[in-house]
């Protein structure tokens, strides 16, 4: 990056970045550059780096935070020599899952979609497929929060072809 | 909680719904997210055309095999369905299932997916070579005009019945008997039933008259014309319908693409594909479902290898 003489000390540089609600969010420099859509901000743009505040339109503050520490973290697995315990990165992976809501989880999913990460993006639609696996289609709709447009005679013929996905799945 | 302004999931981008339905893995899952709306059908729906089956042949436990032609991750479903059957090949994702415990034998055809079955009349006939069976359907078995071709084939016994067919509903199968016809192998392309023989002559077959309509053409590829190489299969892909050849002496395998419809004439050499390797399935291959087959070896057709010894035709 930036290989300017003037010293800016050993200290790691600090990019800002404003979520959807107008929060700041100080960030290291490669922590930031992880996310593909930063990153094409600076493209062309280097000595901007300074002042700049990049503004992520579709990223709540609420989500900021956890959404750092994964690619903090994750970043630092990948560095690690050897390669870090795969309990370790399952465990961190579960912790950051836990009491995480439907909804949070979703919406964190339009976040990294936007930021345009592939590593978080397939962690969280992982995820997010496998809290829909073998659930009804009522959890389903609820979860997603997805209205159905089908009308009664449609949506009656539809599961009549499909009885048998009304058997054995899991309590909601 | 900070809200946003916006409902996640009513704008959410169809590739992002693609990616997560791919990760569901299981077609059973997927097909139940069909139900929840009508843009998840269509995903749905796209989705669940990337598996083709695999063979089974006699399933003691009830399991069929389902492949991923995208994710090549392959898929096991267990059905009570098809405990102790056989099952033959599929059409349009229906699977051909005869059980023999009782005389007559029944035959049905059922969609794995949605578990409906068809009945099909019983048979009198004794098939032959019951692991070469194959199921060709005109249309989705849903419909009430469609067509169940069974076609047993023998190999290098001329004059012998090989193409047995019904609609669902019917009391009995009907054969198609023609005088010195060896079919190699049938199938429906555009809605009409074509048939071939070792040789590469292509038939265009008139079901209700039982009778060969006309010949089509006769292949001009020179392996076929020297008897060193003999047709093997037709395959449809992507709305081509495709000739695949195996020769006698490399156990090698090519496929001809069959351009009559423009040009009355034969394609040759538009591909080659070597045995017991899977070839790269089409990225597209909706329009081939119904055709895209999987046959064992022919050097061990009654034992059929794990799927990484079998050769997809697609």
């Known amino acids: 990056m930036a290989s300017s003489s003037s010293s800016s000390s050993t200290q790691v540089k600090k990019i800002t970045l404003k979520a959807a609600d107008g929060k700041h969010f100080e960030v290291e420099e490669p922590v930031a550059m992880e996310m593909e859509t930063v990153k094409s901000f600076f493209v062309g743009n280097e000595d901007a780096m300074k002042d700049m505040v990049v503004p992520l339109l579709n990223v709540s503050s609420e989500h900021m935070p ?35 809501s439907d909804e949070q989880l979703m919406e964190m999913i339009m976040a990294a979609n936007f930021l345009n990460t592939k590593e978080l993006l397939n962690f969280l639609t992982e995820a997010a497929a496998n809290r829909i696996k073998n659930k009804s ?27 048998w996905a009304f058997d054995g799945l899991d309590e909601d | 909680m900070a809200k946003l302004g916006w409902s996640p999931w009513s704008d959410l981008p169809s590739e992002l719904l693609h990616v997560i339905f791919h990760k569901l893995e299981n077609p059973s899952d997927i ?73 007559p034998d029944k035959i049905c055809l ?14 009198r006939i004794v098939f032959e070579r019951i692991h070469d069976l194959r199921v060709i359907t005109s249309t989705s078995p849903l419909d009430p005009e469609c067509l169940v071709i069974v076609e047993s084939r023998k190999f290098y016994s001329s004059k012998l019945i090989s193409v047995f067919y019904c609609r669902p509903g019917d009391s009995d199968w009907k054969v198609i008997e023609i005088d010195n016809w060896n079919s190699i192998d049938v199938i429906f392309h555009k809605g009409e039933l074509y048939s071939v023989d070792v040789y590469g002559k292509l038939y265009l077959i008139d079901v209700f008259r039982r009778c060969f309509n006309h010949i089509v053409v006769e292949s001009s590829i020179p392996q076929l014309e020297s008897r060193t190489w003999i047709v093997n299969s037709l395959v449809e892909v992507e709305g081509s319908l495709l000739l695949v050849a195996i020769s006698f002496y490399s156990d090698t395998h090519e496929v001809y693409k069959l351009d009559w419809i423009e040009k009355r004439n034969l394609e040759p050499n538009t591909k080659s594909i070597q045995p017991r390797t899977k070839i790269e399935p089409p990225p597209n291959p909706p329009n081939s479902r119904h055709r895209i087959q999987y046959r064992p070896t022919k050097s061990s057709p009654s034992n059929p290898a794990p799927p990484n010894q079998e050769e997809v035709l697609v």
Do not use: M
């Open chain 1, 137 to 163: 289609v009522e959890y389903v709709r609820a979860f997603f929060g997805i209205e159905n447009d089908f009308t009664p005679e449609e949506e009656a013929r539809i599961r009549a072809e499909n009885e």
């Open chain 1, 66 to 100: 956890a959404i750092l520490d994964f690619y903090r973290n994750h970043s630092e697995f990948r560095k690690r020599t050897p390669p870090p315990p795969a309990e370790e990165v399952k465990a961190f992976n579960e912790a950051f899952l836990e009491n995480k």
């Open chain 2, 31 to 103: 097909y139940q997210c069909g139900i929840v709306c009508d843009s998840w059908k269509s995903v749905a729906t796209a989705i669940l055309s990337y598996f083709i089956f695999l063979p089974v042949n006699y399933s003691r436990v009830g399991d069929c095999v389902l492949f991923n032609t995208q994710t090549k991750g392959i898929h096991t479903i267990t059905l009570p369905e098809l405990n102790r059957v056989w099952v033959l090949s599929s059409s349009f994702g229906w699977l051909l299932t005869i059980r023999f415990n009782n005389w």
């Open chain 2, 110 to 123: 059922l969609n794995p997916i949605t578990r409906e079955q068809i009945k099909l009349p019983f048979t």
